[in-house]
Nanobody, 120 residues
Framework: QVQLVESGGGLVQLGGYLRLFCAVSGNIFRIWTMGWFRQAPGKQRELAATITSGGNTNYADSVKGRFTISRDNAKNTVYLQMNTLEPEDTAVYYC??????????????WGQGTQVTVSS
């Protein structure tokens, strides 16, 4: 019923930028918090940024000041603007949304992941 589709990843040089997109479709009643997680090779998935339905944001210390998370509720889309990229940002990035459907209580949904590679 609910499907999250990500795009925007790619290969970029040190100091470059990328913008990630994640749009959800389905029988949606309400979306609460949206977020971006990332997972580097050999490491656990970690939180990069979140944004609540009220627009409050939180960032991991490692990305604060460089990344900006935003959302467009009319389009059911979350974005992650990544600037001044570093090799340490290399990871698969996953979007996440807390969603309630018309017939089901809130649950977490994940995108398929998009690869971000930063070369030095």
């Amino acid at each position: 019923q609910v499907q999250l589709v990500e795009s925007g990843g790619g290969l970029v040089q040190l100091g470059g930028y990328l913008r990630l997109f994640c749009a959800v479709s389905g029988n949606i009643f309400r979306i609460w918090t949206m977020g971006w997680f990332r997972q580097a090779p050999g490491k656990q998935r970690e939180l990069a940024a979140t944004i609540t339905s009220g627009g409050n944001t939180n960032y991991a210390d490692s990305v604060k000041g460089r990344f900006t998370i935003s959302r467009d509720n009319a389009k059911n889309t979350v974005y992650l603007q990544m600037n001044t990229l570093e090799p340490e940002d290399t990871a698969v990035y996953y979007c996440n949304m807390a969603i309630a459907t018309v017939t089901r209580y809130p649950d977490q949904y994940w995108g398929q992941g998009t690869q971000v590679t930063v070369s030095s």
